[in-house]
């Protein structure tokens, strides 16, 4: 036997044992003094887009069910059994109003020193920040968001969502104090995971986040990208199902003969994405201009109360659902709803968001192009019969997307994810390319997209 021969078998047993143990913890010491070694690695990097995925797909099934309940008891405070508008439903401004309140009260009280809002944030942190976010707007916009839009605000739910997927993987990467590069890539992953999670469309999430936020498609990017997108989906996938966005019955694929129509459609759809440009930034820059004597705190109330009598009018202002996107397709709408949601719907995006409520643009301009498509094809019927005016809302909707951000690809591949059919492309991605070029023959026009204003020399950033 080893060792002494004096030594009892029990010794001997606890002496072998107690060296094992030695040896497992000189080698687990050795692997935790290695793990700071690791973390600039590209394996750390794709976890880390592992984490951020999962954790935004969580976040959006939250987020989704809010805004599911909200749409239910705004249903049942607008209509009753026979569809007769309640009594009720003239309160509605106030319930607008108590959410901007909300929102105004945790800007001033937790978040006092949290600033930055919208994709402007996250272009800022990648190109001037060396890609640090504060991890408190991860809090901030999710948080200010269900305030603004479960009480009838009228600005998108994408925003917000963007800026948490972005600030999130921003704080994880600070965390482990990865480099400025790596951060950067942690930043449009968690955008894509957010656009891929809420519109179950995780290519679409990809392709913004490389249209919208980097500007350039790099194969080290691209994996994490890819990794965020894909598991934010399938979180949300497993917990909200699998559904298409959009239940409306689809349009047939359209002739050859068609394509004419729809070229005028996109660049008809260009100019609806002029006039929304141009009359938020009008209307955004009024209402700051009007609400700046007022206490911060008092700012988003007002707003809401503004953007809640305009619901009252036009119930297609709320940003709780798609439904009216799905009513405009299917031509469950009247020309008269929908040129009204054209012409106010901006309105309503910039009083939200000009007086501190939260929220994007991403959705409400969805819903402006559709409704002008259902409109362009009804009069297009009139003239030309066997017209569908389904498919020109479906089309006309991503067409002032990618007016409006620039963003053509995204534009059409997202519409083609959230109805589920990609053999509409051809018309989508056609229209949504006559569309942009209307935008950029119109010098001096700011789009919502930070990176195409980068890269176009003398127009505000």
């Not at 606890?14 to 000189?26: F, P």
């Not at 690791?38 to 990097?45: E, K, N």
């Not at 202002?317 to 709408?333: H, R, V």
């Not at 559709?370 to 067409?399: E, N, Y």
Request: hydrophobic share 50%; net charge positive; glycine share 12%.
């Amino acid at each position: 036997m080893d060792g002494d021969p004096k030594e009892s078998f029990g010794d001997l047993y606890i002496r072998r044992n107690v060296l094992a143990i030695k040896r497992t913890l000189g080698s687990g010491v050795a692997f935790m003094a290695r793990i700071p070694l690791y973390r600039h690695t590209d394996y750390a990097l794709l976890l880390i887009a592992c984490v951020v995925g999962i954790a935004i797909g969580g976040c959006i099934v939250i987020f989704h069910l809010v805004m599911i309940y909200a749409e239910h008891l705004f249903n049942i405070m607008f209509h009753s059994a026979d569809r007769v508008i309640h009594f009720g439903s003239y309160l509605f401004p106030l319930v607008t109003a108590l959410g901007g309140l909300g929102v105004g009260l945790i800007s001033r009280t937790l978040f006092r020193n949290v600033h930055g809002e919208g994709l402007g944030t996250l272009i800022h942190a990648i190109n001037a920040g060396q890609g640090k976010i504060d991890w408190r707007n991860s809090i901030k916009s999710i948080v200010t968001a269900a305030f603004s839009i479960a009480s009838g605000g009228g600005a998108g739910r994408e925003g917000p969502t963007v800026l948490l997927g972005s600030s999130l993987g921003s704080a994880l990467g600070q965390m482990f104090q990865l480099r400025p590069d790596k951060l950067r890539i942690l930043c449009a992953a968690g955008a894509a995971a957010a656009i891929s999670g809420i519109f179950n469309a995780p290519l679409a999430g990809v392709i913004f986040a490389l249209e919208a936020v980097t500007g350039e498609l790099r194969l080290r990017s691209f994996i994490p990208l890819v990794i965020s997108s894909v598991l934010a989906t399938a979180v949300a996938r497993i917990f909200l199902g699998n559904t298409p966005l959009l239940h409306a019955v689809l349009p047939a694929a359209p002739a050859l003969s068609d394509y004419v129509f729809l070229a005028i459609a996109g660049m008809a759809s260009g100019l609806v994405a002029v006039y929304y440009l141009r009359i938020f930034n009008r209307t955004h820059s009024v209402v700051e201009r009007l609400l700046q004597r007022l206490p911060s705190v008092w700012r988003p109330a007002f707003g809401g109360l503004v953007a809640g009598g305009l619901v009252i009018v036009l119930p297609t202002m709320l940003e709780t659902s798609y439904t009216p996107i799905n009513q405009a397709i299917s031509g469950n709408t009247t020309l008269l709803i929908a040129l009204a949601t054209v012409l106010l719907k901006p309105v309503s995006n910039a009083i939200t968001l000009g007086s501190g409520g939260a929220g994007g643009t991403f959705a409400p301009a969805l819903k402006t192009g559709a409704m002008f498509g259902f409109g362009f094809g009804v009069l297009l019927s009139s003239v030309v019969p066997g017209t569908q005016p389904g498919l020109f809302a479906l089309v006309c909707a991503g067409a002032v997307l990618a007016g409006t951000w620039k963003i053509p690809l995204t534009a059409a591949i997202l519409l083609c994810e959230i109805i589920n059919n990609y053999e509409i492309i051809l018309p989508l991605l056609f229209s949504a390319v006559f569309a942009v070029f209307v935008v950029e023959r119109i010098s001096g026009l700011s789009t919502f997209n930070p990176v195409e204003e980068r890269n176009q020399p003398g127009r505000a950033e």
